[in-house]
């Protein structure tokens, strides 16, 4: 359709006015019967969260995700405009932050300009969808910043404080015809909590108590986390009754699909001038410490522990091979992570876990993740010993044999190593079958890690240098 400048042309067009539920409706069910992705880049929900969302939209319903931290659940929400059309008209009032339905003006401007105008005189302009979404986050938020206040300075001008012109529209007035998140629930003021009230049920909006009311048309939406949206007291009752619909999202059940979003979300570049060959049970690793975490002992459960612990590590042992690459390896030469290289993970882990004060008793967050850390490699490594035989290399240390490796030691550092170990434990240490010498040498580490892991020998570690013993 092109686009309409007046009214007339609007309504020539054969656009039809429908509320912002009605429109979310019809353009799911379009997506669903042509069999269009729905959420393009969110994995893991496909069958779980996904139709209950579509539930919900098809529903007519308000939604609340409820989940822990880094469950995608911001990234969700926006994603729901991909459910509004393309762009919406409204009607081109000066000065106005409404934008109003041409056919269902809802300010007393609004209806002025299409009773006093001709259909060929009133102005119109466009809406598109992504500036159909607001989002704001509880932790501060007052009654004037998502519902509106009235305006002193309008009041010296002349308005009455019960008119229109007298107020100052918040979030939610400013997105009717739209989207409006408010993330954090619980930490909401219980005065906003209430002011919510009618918006959620009524549709409107009242401001100050004076007698001036908006039927409003809004889609609105709201994350929480369950520990405290559960917690007595936090979310009024009244206002969880009107949610219509609670989307409860989860942390990946498979590793796999965990590397899948760690690899898609940390939009690290492994190619270029110094480009990087991650082996698979590197990323298997990184992957493995936020599984081992969200079962730790040491951690609060209640809190969580993000998709971004592990996005985080991974992008820190990238960027610790690819140093490698520039000052030891040289350029267009692949570099590939080592066990070495997470010895610089506790500067991206460290504030993403929140400890257990009972579990963890002295320990310090540093000592936490090293322990979720020696477990990871113990599980990883324990897979691949069951699968290539592993299990008595540790022999080799028999004889106070000491092997130093580190960060920035040569992957010809490594070959040398080889050289050293008779041809039967050569083999040994090939648990990523691969020429790459850079593969090799971070195949020699995984192997010498988990030995230490599986308490079979010692190690000492200093400034990204490790050497491991008997």
């Not at 509106?148 to 918040?170: C, K, Q, T, V």
């Not at 090799?440 to 079979?456: N, P």
């Amino acid at each position: 359709m092109s686009r309409a400048t007046t009214l007339a042309e609007v309504r020539e067009s054969g656009w039809r006015s429908r509320s912002v539920k009605r429109e979310m409706e019809e353009n799911l069910s379009r997506m669903l019967r042509d069999g269009e992705e729905l959420f393009p880049g969110i994995l893991g929900y496909d069958d779980t969260v996904v139709p209950e969302i579509v539930h919900a939209v098809l529903a007519g319903h308000d939604m609340l995700f409820l989940g822990e931290k880094g469950q995608a659940k911001s990234k969700i929400m926006r994603l729901l405009t991909r459910f509004l059309d393309e762009a919406v008209p409204y009607l081109d009032i000066p000065g106005s932050p409404v934008h109003e339905d041409p056919e269902r003006p809802i300010t007393r401007a609004g209806r002025e300009m299409v009773a006093e105008l001709a259909a060929e005189e009133v102005p119109i302009a466009w809406w598109g969808r992504e500036e159909r979404y607001a989002e704001r986050l509880a932790p501060g938020t007052k009654f004037a910043d998502i519902i509106g206040e009235i305006d002193p300075a309008r009041l010296l001008s002349g308005s009455s404080m019960s008119a229109e012109e007298a107020l100052h529209f918040g979030l939610i007035p400013r997105m009717h015809r739209g989207l409006f998140a408010m993330n954090e629930l619980p930490d909401l003021d219980d005065l906003v909590q209430v002011g919510l009230f009618n918006i959620l049920e009524e549709r409107d909006v009242q401001i100050r108590g004076y007698p001036i009311s908006f039927d409003l048309d809004v889609l609105v939406l709201f994350s929480a986390n369950p520990t405290t949206y559960n917690r007595s007291g936090k979310v009024i009752p009244q206002l969880k009754d009107r949610i219509g619909a609670t989307i409860q999202t989860h942390y990946p059940r498979e590793r796999d699909l965990g590397i899948a979003i760690m690899q898609a979300e940390s939009g690290v570049e492994l190619g270029g001038a110094y480009p990087v060959l991650v082996p698979r049970f590197m990323s298997e690793l990184v992957e493995e410490m936020s599984r081992q975490a969200r079962k730790s002992k040491y951690v609060d459960q209640t809190s969580g522990v993000s998709a971004r612990f592990s996005i985080a590590n991974y992008r820190t042992m990238i960027a610790s091979a690819r140093r490698r690459a520039i000052v030891v390896e040289g350029e267009l030469t692949p570099a590939a992570p080592r066990i070495s290289d997470l010895a610089h993970f506790h500067s991206s882990a460290i504030g993403k876990l929140e400890l257990d004060t009972m579990g963890a008793h002295q320990m310090t967050e540093r000592r936490v993740l090293d322990a979720i850390l020696a477990e990871a490699i113990k599980v990883v490594f324990e897979e691949y010993v069951d699968e290539h035989g592993l299990g008595n290399i540790a022999e080799i240390f028999a004889e106070g044999v000491r092997v130093e490796v580190g960060d920035m030691l040569a992957s010809a550092h490594y070959a040398e190593l080889l050289k050293r170990v008779p041809p039967v434990w050569d083999k040994a240490f090939e648990v990523n079958a691969s020429e790459d010498p850079a593969v090799r040498a971070s195949c020699v580490e995984f192997v010498l890690a988990g030995l230490w892991a599986s308490e079979r020998i010692s190690r000492a570690e200093r400034f990204g240098r490790i050497e491991y013993e008997t």
